[in-house]
Structure formats: structure tokens, C-alpha cells
């Protein structure tokens, strides 16, 4: 956790312009799902599948640019910590312990937050009806 507070501290010095970027696609990625939440409302299916498409396309654009800044940053934080356990546990494997460690954390956390969204979105939506 203290790996991913320094990285977010780096990624924010060293990729500014990039997170200004993905933080004006984030808010264009609100427009359009607030817009298909209405068209879901007034029961134009085509709208809103037009409009799911439009921000699938945005999103994964967005997530894919997000994860190869943050990853690449946390695994550079991470190198000493893969280094020192390799010394200091004389472990052949500790590379790979540690960046087992850490994707099974990135993939934890990404979907605990999905799951948060997909039933935040349910919840939403449930609302408008």
C-alpha cells in the first residue's frame, strides 16, 4: 500500500498531462452514461445501446491507458523490494513472488471496485424507476 501511495505521488509529478487528459475523458465518460441513463428511462433501447457503445469505446480506451501508467510505475517501486528479497531471503524466486503478490493485488482491487460500480449503477438505475 505504501508502494501504490509513492506511485500515485509519481504518476502525478512525472504524468500530469496525461491524468489532465484521461480526467477530461472521465468527465465526458459521465456525460454519456448519465444520457444513456435517461434514454434507459424513457425506454429507447436503441439510444441507450448507441450510447453504451460510445462509452465502452471511451472507457476501455481510458482503462488501458490507466493501467499501463500505474502499473509500470508501481512495478518500477516495487524493483527494490524485489531486489532485497532476493538477497535477503537468498530466494531464486523472489521476483516472481513478488510480482505474483502484486498482480493478484491489482486484479483484487479492480474488481472489488467493479463490483462497487455494477451495483452502484443497479442502484442508480433502480432509482430512475
Known amino acids: ?25 472521465e468527465e465526458v465518460l459521465k456525460e454519456y452514461y448519465e444520457i444513456s441513463l435517461l434514454a434507459l428511462a424513457s ?10 457503445d ?11 491507458r490507466k493501467l ?12 527494490p523490494y524485489m531486489i532485497a528479497s532476493h538477497f535477503l531471503l537468498e530466494d531464486s524466486n523472489a521476483f516472481t513472488t513478488i510480482f505474483a503478490i502484486a498482480i493478484m493485488y491489482f486484479m483484487f482491487k479492480t474488481a472489488y471496485y467493479y463490483v462497487l460500480e455494477l451495483i452502484d449503477t443497479w442502484r442508480h438505475v433502480k432509482n430512475l424507476n
Not at 43 to 52: H, I, L, T
Request: no cysteine.
Open 1 to 25: 500500500m505504501i508502494s501504490e501511495k509513492i506511485a500515485q505521488r509519481v504518476i502525478a509529478i512525472v504524468f500530469k498531462n496525461h491524468l489532465e487528459e484521461m480526467t477530461k475523458e
Open 43 to 52: 425506454r429507447d433501447k436503441e439510444a441507450f445501446k448507441g450510447f453504451q
Open 54 to 64: 460510445i462509452i465502452n469505446e471511451i472507457y476501455w480506451r481510458l482503462f488501458f
Open 68 to 79: 499501463t501508467i500505474s502499473s509500470t510505475t508501481f512495478f518500477l517501486i516495487l524493483s
